[in-house]
């Protein structure tokens, strides 16, 4: 059964950095072009980053262009969030997802996490 588990939230003052990781069990990802979303209590889920499966390509949202860095290890089958100078909109669970094409957008992705809650606040 293809799993996706996120790790790495968790709160963090305003300015502040984490790293969420997205591990993938029972298919390999290097194939799989991955993006990362996030919910906040009352919004939609919106898409924050994608990558595809060879890493080259990457693509953010303007709320976190130039803050956040997404990576990839093909070889730990893991890929990475880095969010630095995180503020108290970042606040929300973060979701990553697999799929065949990169894209911000939910519908083109087939597998998904449970998710990570990050909180960011003073």
């Known amino acids: 059964q293809p799993q996706l588990v996120e790790s790495g939230g968790g709160l963090v003052q305003p300015g502040g950095s984490l790293r969420l990781s997205c591990t993938a069990s029972g298919f390999t990802l290097d194939y799989y072009a991955i993006g990362w979303f996030r919910q906040a209590p009352g919004k939609e889920r919106e898409g924050v980053s994608c990558?595809?499966?060879?890493?080259?390509?990457?693509r953010y949202a303007d709320s976190v262009q130039g803050r956040f860095t997404v990576s990839r290890d093909n070889a730990q089958n893991t890929i990475y969030l880095q969010m630095n100078s995180l503020k108290p909109e970042d606040t929300a669970v973060y979701y990553c997802?697999?799929?065949?094409?990169?894209?911000?957008?939910?519908?083109?992705?087939?597998?998904w996490g449970q998710g990570t809650q990050v909180t960011v606040s003073s």
């Open positions: 990558i595809s499966g060879g890493g080259v390509s990457t």
């Open positions: 997802a697999a799929g065949r094409i990169g894209s911000l957008l939910t519908h083109m992705y087939n597998y």
